[in-house]
């Protein structure tokens, strides 16, 4: 009878046992890594919690909307013009399902009665404009501001097309309510300038920036946080700004161009939205009518 051969460390292993032993290794090495392994990123469950964008207001200017908008009438930065109510001389015409705001050369100089902050009545001139502002009707903390807009002719002389926010309390006209007495630009009056052509740079540009604040009445700078940037003007472009934590966020066409870092929390304050265009020297126009055109403008917030 014979034994069975006993197993010692000296004692090869034979082949048959070590093929059963090593297929048996690989298969408890494969349930272990298919365990410890997560799944593949398309079969994974999403962690991203980030909230979407809702919009909360949205004008397509089908129609000039009084609970949205309202004509501004005040005289700033030393303008040569003076802006109108309800959109006189074609200062301001909704037509087309756009929104068109113009400076308007009448040839002759008419009275004008605009005041600036001090109470001084602009003098008679021959350039009339529009400016609406959705202050008292449509005021937001933070989100996204975006309007689709185009500026036919840019880099002419004196031009100064506009799409900006300013803080609920300002307290320039109109003033309608008992908590709008705080001066430009300290907080609650804070200003951001989504889309600005300042025409002596030239054509097909634009400026972007926070106004930073120096902390008195009057006391804003220009030019630290600006981003001046490269647009065919003529054409529609979407310009945004965009801030839920520290950052601002400047964009066109959806891309973020330039991103004012720690100064989102400079504007705490709910602010309204200004369309405008001014005659900023006194340059003489060489047509009847300079116009931004506007498609649209809206808010979004984090949902």
């Known amino acids: 009878m014979t034994r069975p051969t006993r197993l010692t460390p000296s004692t090869p ?50 129609t000039f909307d009084p609970e949205s908008w309202q004509d501004q009438l005040l005289w700033v930065n030393d303008e040569d013009q003076c802006y109108v109510r309800d959109g006189a001389h074609g200062t301001r015409e909704v037509s087309d399902g756009t ?12 009275e004008c009665d605009n005041l600036s902050k001090f109470g001084d009545v602009h003098p008679p001139t021959q350039y009339v404009a529009g400016r609406i502002t959705s202050k008292n009707r449509r005021e937001f903390v933070k989100g996204r501001w975006t309007a689709r807009l185009r500026v036919q002719n840019s880099g002419q002389a004196g031009m100064l097309p506009a799409w900006w926010l300013l803080g609920a309390r300002n307290n320039e006209p109109p003033v309608e ?21 300042h025409s002596d ?5 634009y400026a972007a920036r926070a ?24 054409e529609y472009h979407e310009y945004a700004v965009e801030w839920d934590g520290e950052d601002l966020l400047f964009l066109l066409d ?17 602010l309204f939205a200004v369309l405008n265009f001014a005659k900023i020297n006194a340059s003489p126009m060489t047509v009847d009518a300079w116009t931004m055109e506007v498609d649209w403008v809206k808010h979004e917030r984090r949902n």
């Open 201 to 205: 740079g030239g054509p097909d540009h």
């Open 254 to 270: 959806g891309e973020v161009i330039h991103t004012s870092e720690g100064e989102g929390n400079a504007f705490p304050e709910p």
């Open 177 to 197: 309510e008992d908590d709008e007495d705080v001066c430009w630009p300290m907080t609650g009056s804070g200003e951001i300038d989504i889309f600005e052509h």
């Open 13 to 62: 292993l034979p082949c048959e046992l070590v093929r059963s032993l090593l297929r048996f290794a690989v298969l408890i090495a494969t349930a272990t890594a298919t365990a410890c392994t997560p799944p593949a990123a398309d079969q994974r469950t999403s962690t991203d919690t980030t909230p979407e964008w809702v919009i909360d207001f949205f004008d397509d200017f089908d």
């Open 99 to 110: 929104l068109k705001v113009r400076v308007v050369d009448l040839g002759e100089p008419l």
């Open 211 to 234: 106004i930073k604040n120096l902390g008195h009445c009057g006391g804003g700078d220009w030019q630290q946080l600006m981003h001046v940037q490269a647009a065919p003007l003529a």
